[in-house]
């Protein structure tokens, strides 16, 4: 996998066995890391998926949330303002780059009525995502909905250009969860930034990490993230919004939107596990959320399937 990020390329991290840090080792180590990562998630990985990312096709690997409310690959979303009766009416006519501003909107149904009942999904009601048409200025918020079925989010724009505004949310009466999206206006000079360059292992926040795994189109691929700090394996992630991470995949060119949650681990660990579809070959920005102290980072990579 070809991955990129904005941030500087540090060495690639590996803990070594019985060692209390990481340490850093040529690629032949990959081997090592997969090996320790079957280990690490225990019932969630076995060994036939350490085979399979060494010598064969990936096996699949389940989501971390079961029942209704887990995310399937079920393909990419995001790239309409109306679905199966359910549309994204924006209030907002236009945000100013640099000025906090509000975000409205509603969610009708097929007669044209607000919604105002939906279940959690993920321990919200609403998930909102944002993000510039060039893939920049990602950040995922919880808007509040009013009694009329409003929902609203301060927004602050970092540049001018379309806003890409992703709802995903759950209609209690819906049979499935929906995802829709809008470009909201943010008036000014637009200049698109370019991709950034390939880099497998990123700094964020003071924290080391690194993206392991490939992108086949129409395939269950296993994605690993590990996650170092001060040398050492952060073994002690916070769940966030019900799992130990988040991946959201967004296709270059047209925003296609997947959300990703990873495979279930008995405990907190240095390495979360996904499994990716993507439906297209393409270029794709991977934004990975994990919590850890209380606070909750975002890293994002760039990876060509």
């Known amino acids: 996998m070809t991955a990129t990020s904005d941030r500087p390329v540090l060495p690639a991290l590996d803990r070594a066995e019985g060692a209390s840090q990481w340490r850093p080792r040529p690629d032949g180590g ?3 890391r997969y090996l320790a990562a079957a280990l690490v998630l225990g019932l969630t990985l076995t060994l036939g998926f350490v085979a ?3 010598d064969a096709a990936p096996a699949p690997v389940r989501s971390a949330v079961a029942g209704p409310a887990a ?5 990419p979303a995001g790239l309409q303002v109306s679905r199966d009766g359910w549309t994204l009416v924006l209030d907002t006519p236009a945000l100013t780059a640099g000025r906090p501003g509000e975000l409205a909107f509603r969610i009708t149904d097929a007669a044209g ?7 959690l999904n993920h321990e919200r009601l609403m998930h909102l995502v944002l993000v510039g048409r060039d893939l920049t ?7 509040e909905m009013a009694a009329d079925g409003t929902w609203r989010a301060l927004v602050t724009p970092e540049a001018p250009g379309p806003l890409r505004a992703i709802a995903d949310f759950w209609p209690e009466d819906a049979a499935r969860q929906v995802t829709l999206g809008v470009d909201v206006p943010v008036p000014g000079r637009y200049a698109p930034r370019p991709p950034a360059e390939p880099q497998e292992t990123i700094l964020v926040d003071g924290y080391t990490v690194t993206l392991d795994g490939g992108l086949r189109p129409g395939e269950s691929n296993q994605v690993l993230v590990w996650l170092g700090r001060d040398g050492r394996p952060v073994e ?3 769940p966030h919004l019900g799992a130990y991470g988040h991946l959201v995949a967004l296709r270059h060119g047209d925003l296609a939107y997947l959300h990703v949650h990873p495979a279930a681990a008995s405990r907190p660990e240095s ?5 990716v579809t993507v439906p297209s070959a393409g270029t794709y920005r991977l934004f990975f959320e994990f919590r850890h102290r209380d606070v909750v980072h975002v890293a994002a990579f760039t990876v060509t399937a």
């Open 71 to 75: 995310h399937a690959d079920h393909g």
């Open 137 to 143: 200025g990602y950040r995922h918020v919880h808007p």
């Open 52 to 54: 399979g990312r060494l």
């Open 236 to 238: 002690d992630l916070q």
């Open 113 to 119: 009525a607000p919604v105002t009942r939906f279940r």
């Open 30 to 32: 990959r081997p090592h």
């Open 271 to 275: 390495v979360v596990a996904f499994g």
